[in-house]
């Protein structure tokens, strides 16, 4: 089976069947000004390190590590490149197929792109022909999809079969917490807590105090989660803050949600999920420019490839011009992000 898999070189093909992928989003275009699609969000990201709102808990502690080259897909392409090569060397191996579904499964999840998700799905799928017994990472590859497609009955199924992985126990949490099973959302990130500390871990833990409508609980949480991180983690370090920006933005705390946002940026310049959140708060404030604009950064990036996030943009540009009295237009939008889902 020498198919996409092993011989993709290349950006994938779109599949809108993938866009369905809701991933983190809210818990759950205009003119490209300059030739690089994030070059707004860098230069907040420059002016938020000299007027930056945040008290010392909440800022990013590594500043100095921070670099305008940082990529979130760079290393994993090289990873896809290797074990590319190892399969052409062993095509019936199942292990190198594991790891090549993982590295495809890290770039669906950095670029937001459908395409990679499939990618992973059949690369497993493949793994597990090849080698059905005793492996994990395909399992997990399988669970992460299922559970992006919103079949989260599936993926506790799956990771059912892989016992106390640290990835399935996280699965659990989310799924659980998805399907609104909070008690055993609750006990999964518990263990996951006891067993691997850390931000990732500590952000879920924080996610289901907040859905179990413990307040206070969740937000010491988060401030945990924030004291454990670690250099190099980019995208949790975002991600975290992100979410809690979101948990104060749903209790009206606009200051505080954007000013986290922001931070965000600064951490990760043009990261999606923050561009996203800030244009709804922008919104909410009714500065619809600026909520414009910050959307038509997260469409830039795409360079016309669909991606988990565009229904969301659309929807939220159909609001921009509906609270501007542009009912037809709105309408356009709604209608094409519903072709999407």
């Known amino acids: 089976m020498r198919q996409a898999e092993i011989c993709h070189e290349a950006q994938p093909k779109s599949s809108k069947r993938w866009i369905i992928f809701g991933i983190g989003l809210p818990l759950t275009t205009a003119l490209l000004l300059l030739t690089q699609s994030n070059v707004i969000s860098r230069i907040e990201a420059f002016s938020n390190r000299f007027s930056n709102p945040l008290d010392e808990p909440y800022r990013y502690p590594f500043t100095g590590a921070l670099t305008e080259e940082y990529s ?5 392409q090289q990873e896809i490149a290797f074990y590319q090569q190892r399969i052409r060397q062993n095509p019936q191996g199942g292990l190198e197929r594991a790891s090549l579904a993982v590295s495809y499964l890290q770039m ?13 799905e059949q690369t497993a799928q493949q793994s597990l022909a090849n080698l059905p017994f005793d492996n994990v990472d395909a399992l997990l590859v399988m669970a992460r999809v ?13 990771v059912e079969q892989i016992g106390g992985d640290r990835d399935a126990i996280a699965i659990q949490v989310t799924a659980n917490l998805a399907m609104g099973n909070l008690s055993a959302a609750s006990q999964a990130v518990d263990e996951l807590v006891a067993q691997f500390p850390s931000i990732n871990s500590l952000t879920l833990k924080a996610l289901v105090r907040a859905a179990k409508g413990k307040d ?7 401030q945990q989660a924030l004291q454990t991180e670690e250099v190099g983690e980019i995208s949790s370090s ?13 209790r009206g705390e606009l200051e505080m ?18 561009l996203i959140n800030l244009a709804q708060l922008e919104i909410r404030q009714g500065d619809y420019r600026a909520a414009d604009r910050h959307y038509a950064q997260v469409t830039a990036s795409s360079r016309g490839t669909l991606r988990v996030f565009d229904p969301t943009v659309l929807r939220g540009r159909a609001r921009i011009h509906q609270l501007q009295g542009n009912q037809s237009k709105a309408e356009e939008l709604w209608a094409e992000a519903e072709i999407q889902l």
Do not use: C, K, M
């Open 72 to 76: 979130p897909t760079a290393l994993v």
């Open 108 to 120: 669906a999840r950095a670029t937001g792109e459908g395409s990679w998700y499939l990618l992973a």
């Open 238 to 250: 975002a991600r975290t803050r992100v979410l809690l920006g979101r948990f104060h933005y749903e």
């Open 146 to 158: 299922a559970e992006a497609r919103h079949d989260f009955a599936g993926a506790l199924r799956l």
């Open 216 to 222: 206070q609980e969740a937000l010491e949480t988060f």
């Open 257 to 274: 949600a954007e000013a986290l946002y922001r931070e965000a940026l600064r951490i990760s310049p043009a990261y999606p999920l923050a």
